[in-house]
């Protein structure tokens, strides 16, 4: 999902939560603005991969995914650049 963090982002990823029987998010994709919330989203939506274009805030996404995720599951795979959100 591209933009999840901004408000039609986070409007789409709480139709998914209301609905998990028909829906599921296994990407999440932002600018890098507001990282706090997309390690939570990523957390919570359990996504395989996460893609951010500011490739100087991937460290700090890193560390707060580690923190978020739960012990002994796979943490999802951090893209970072400009091209993060097409790979």
Known sequence: ???STGSIGTQ???VIAQAPDRFRATVLAAGGGNLELLAE???RHRV???AI???ARAGELRHLLAQRWPAGQPAPQL???PAATAE
């Open 1 to 3: 999902m591209l933009g």
């Open 12 to 14: 789409a990823l709480e």
């Open 41 to 43: 989203q990523a957390a």
């Open 48 to 50: 395989a991969h996460v």
């Open 53 to 55: 274009s500011d490739p």
């Open 79 to 81: 893209l970072a650049g």
